[in-house]
């Protein structure tokens, strides 16, 4: 068995299960507590499992997407230089990325299964690939890498125009082809899209919430001696790309849902389930700062993405130009930037500190823990932001595709009204309130026996997600800027 498989497998990956007597009784009960429960099982479905086991899959997935994205790269490098007038724009920022994260809610990390990117990898791998392990200092400092590439990449798009500029947007997708295959030449399997992706810190972050879970049935593998042909693969089946151990796997941040686990178990011990939103972040045992972190950023990225988009942004520089004479754009982007990502980190610190007064635990272990119960909220201002995007100037990938073909239509690019999509923004708020909100209360009863110390946690963690969601209805009351 590999080492990553043993390293899996020690007793560092397993709750503390200690009964000492000076341990904190909640501490004891919420180790003995059972992970999420499974579902019904999916795989029982001849068509769902003749799909999962079939040799295209996913590849029937990943060869139409691969075109669509090679004619999408063709088109920002080679196309018109207008962004309203490329329909590799269009395709990518109009269409695509408003669309991401609506496939991790309701499949997970399934994105990952299909991604160009990820069959580039698998392809230099295949021809030219040494096959080094995973650094270890990827395997410890990986997510923060993927923090700090998310946080450039919004960056310097707001200060390089990169989503305005077809030729930028190119830039950047030749630039993680770039990594890709540097990656997939040096290290094994999808080392990219594990350790250094911003799009798979973003799924892997988003994917909690998602409708599917896989999972393995820990009956079957305590018996088990095919030697982890799961984690390792077989001679027909390739490894799980992601390095995931299906036997101890909790939770689906990093599984991808390839297949590969399912058609390499002998034993049939994996399950795909159906499940509700959010239910996994119920049961998480071992929360970490870095993907709480990395929540609280994407919402201040979310609220940046927002402000720059209101009238108000114009009439703030303007303001900020006449009361300190800085006329760079950048420099004013970037102290703006700054504070607009802090904002929730703080917010967050303040109400696990708050927390910690009365639920007997330090603001370091809240803020880990409870920076999940933003996640939906995280999810529902994202897919708020993003549907204006979509249904404003959804018409123009009509447009700039049927050009293509000697099209010659235009007109408005909205598909509804504004206030239309502000009813659909809010009502997608409101779930992702009731789920941060209900996802709270749920790790606070989990975690906690009293109420003293459930109630100390939930009022300041609430208060949080109150305030959020009121700043992001503030801003979508507000008429704001096309992307195109």
Same mark, same amino acid.
């Given at each position: 068995?590999? $080492? ?18 000076? #341990? ?20 029982? +479905? ?15 997935? $990943? ?56 069959? *580039?990898?698998?392809?230099? $791998?295949?021809?030219?690939?040494? +096959? ?23 960056? &310097? ?26 990656? =997939? ?14 799009? =798979? ?18 009956? %079957? ?10 984690? +390792?693969?077989?001679? /027909? ?10 036997? /101890?796997?909790?939770? !689906? ?41 990395? &929540?609280?950023? *994407? ?7 927002? %402000? ?47 927390? !910690?007064?009365?639920?007997?635990? !330090? ?17 529902? &201002? ?9 249904? #404003? ?9 049927? #050009?293509?073909?000697?099209?010659? /239509? ?17 009502? *997608? ?20 026996? /009293? ?7 939930? *009022? ?6 109150? %305030?959020?969601? &009121? ?14």
């Amino acid at each position: 068995m590999s $080492q990553d498989v043993l390293t899996r497998t020690d007793d560092s990956a397993r709750p503390d299960r200690s009964t000492d007597s000076h #341990a904190d009784p909640d501490d004891v009960r919420f180790a003995l507590q059972p992970g999420e429960p499974l579902g019904r099982d999916l795989l029982k +479905n001849r068509f769902v499992s003749a799909v999962m086991r079939s040799r295209w899959y996913p590849g029937a997935f $990943q060869i139409p997407i691969a075109a669509v994205f090679g004619l999408v790269a063709y088109q920002l490098l080679t196309g018109p230089s207008k962004a309203h007038e490329n329909a590799g724009t269009a395709l990518m920022w109009v269409l695509w990325w408003p669309a991401l994260p609506l496939v991790y809610v309701l499949f997970g990390r399934f994105w990952c299964a299909v991604c160009p990117f990820a069959a *580039i990898s698998d392809f230099v $791998q295949k021809l030219v690939g040494v +096959n080094r392990p995973v650094p270890p200092f990827l395997k410890k400092y990986g997510i923060w890498v993927i923090d700090a590439t998310f946080l450039a990449i919004t960056w &310097a798009d707001h200060v390089f125009g990169i989503v305005g500029s077809p030729w930028g947007s190119g830039i950047l997708l030749l630039l993680l082809t770039f990594s890709v295959i540097v990656s =997939g030449a040096f290290f094994q399997r999808r080392t990219f899209c594990r350790y250094l992706c911003f799009l =798979g810190g973003l799924s892997a972050n988003y994917g909690r919430t998602g409708m599917v879970a896989l999972r393995a049935k820990p009956d %079957v593998c305590a018996t088990c001696t095919a030697k982890a042909a799961c984690f +390792n693969g077989t001679d /027909t089946v390739a490894p799980c790309p992601l390095f995931t151990f299906a036997r /101890t796997m909790e939770d !689906s941040a990093n599984c991808n849902l390839c297949a590969n686990c399912v058609k390499s178990c002998p034993n049939d011990a994996i399950t795909l389930t159906v499940r509700k939103p959010t239910k996994e972040l119920w049961f998480l045992r071992n929360p970490k700062i870095e993907e709480s972190f990395l &929540a609280m950023a *994407i919402m201040g990225i979310v609220i940046i993405q927002n %402000v720059t988009m209101l009238p108000v942004w114009t009439n703030a520089l303007d303001w900020v130009n006449q009361t300190t004479g800085i006329t760079s754009y950048p420099v004013i982007f970037t102290a703006v930037f700054a504070v607009g990502v802090s904002i929730p980190v703080a917010l967050l610190a303040l109400a696990a500190k708050v927390a !910690s007064l009365g639920n007997l635990e !330090s603001a370091f272990k809240n803020f880990a823990r409870f920076g999940y119960a933003l996640i939906p909220l995280d999810v529902a &201002a994202h897919v708020a932001h993003n549907l204006f995007h979509l249904l #404003a100037e959804g018409k123009s990938v009509f447009y700039t595709v049927g #050009a293509l073909f000697g099209g010659q /239509t235009t007109g408005s690019a909205a598909l509804v009204g504004n206030t239309r999509i502000q009813v659909l923004q809010f009502a *997608i708020l409101a779930l992702g309130l009731a789920g941060s909100v209900y996802t709270a209360r749920r790790i606070a009863h989990r975690r906690y026996l /009293t109420p003293g110390r459930r109630r100390s946690t939930l *009022i300041p963690v609430t208060a949080l997600i109150g %305030v959020l969601t &009121a700043l992001n209805v503030v801003m979508f009351l507000f008429p704001m800027t096309h992307r195109m």
